[in-house]
């Protein structure tokens, strides 16, 4: 499991950037090392830009739910 303290400080890493560069972080922002750390912390690009409060979550249609809760159930 992933410490707190790490993905703080990923978060934070994104909102410093954020904050430096007057729009959202782009991975190519960022040198490779770190990078991977902060998706190694806060998973994938938008997810990670989700958890440092930087992008809203995507909300899925009700449909699109009910359709993927149902597709999960067959396998």
Same mark, same amino acid.
């Given at each position: ?5 790490? %993905? /703080?400080?990923?978060? $934070?890493? =994104? #909102?410093?950037?954020?904050?430096? =560069? @007057? #729009? ?7 040198? $490779?090392?770190? +990078?991977? +750390?902060? %998706?190694?912390?806060? @998973?994938?690009?938008? #997810?990670? /830009? $989700?958890?440092? @409060? =930087?992008?809203?979550? &995507? ?5 699109? %739910?009910? &359709? &993927?809760?149902?597709? %999960?159930?067959?396998?």
């Amino acid at each position: 499991m992933i410490s707190d303290d790490k %993905k /703080l400080w990923a978060a $934070e890493l =994104l #909102r410093q950037k954020a904050d430096e =560069l @007057g #729009r959202l972080p782009k991975k190519d922002d960022f040198d $490779e090392l770190t +990078r991977s +750390r902060i %998706k190694a912390f806060l @998973g994938p690009w938008p #997810r990670a /830009l $989700e958890a440092a @409060g =930087l992008k809203e979550a &995507k909300q899925l249609p009700e449909e699109t %739910k009910k &359709k &993927k809760k149902r597709n %999960k159930k067959q396998f």
